[in-house]
Nanobody, 123 residues
């Protein structure tokens, strides 16, 4: 299984970015993809998750109403639309997946990770 993120960058506070996560190598169509982030000097935290088949979504309280996760199954791509970005959203963003159709908030439940894409929000 391989995950490749893209879309990070440097933006001003209040701006938007869309991150992409392209997945390959799955033997099943039943899996979930989560987005996590790690800010400088902090641990990794869950941001959002989507079940690829049913499209059920989950969000951390810190991003609800600002971030939207979606998927394009034909392209095997999951997106994270990030609006109204704040300086506290600055982090390296990772997508991760698991051989399970349900989402999990725990990074330990995700054995497959992308390399990460950096998002910097200048205030």
């Amino acid at each position: 299984v391989q995950l490749v993120e893209s879309g990070g960058g440097l933006v001003q506070s209040g701006a938007s970015l869309r991150l992409s996560c392209v997945a390959s190598g799955f033997t099943s169509d039943y899996y979930a993809i989560g987005w996590f982030r790690q800010a400088p000097g902090k641990g990794r935290e869950g941001v959002s998750c989507i079940t690829v088949q049913e499209g059920v979504t989950r969000y951390a309280d810190s991003v609800k109403g600002r971030f939207t996760i979606s998927r394009d199954n034909a392209k095997r791509t999951v997106y994270l639309q990030m609006n109204s970005l704040k300086s506290e959203d600055t982090a390296v963003y990772y997508c991760a997946t698991r051989d399970d159709p349900d989402c999990s908030d725990s990074e330990e439940d995700y054995p497959y990770w992308g390399q990460g894409t950096r998002v910097t929000v200048a205030s």
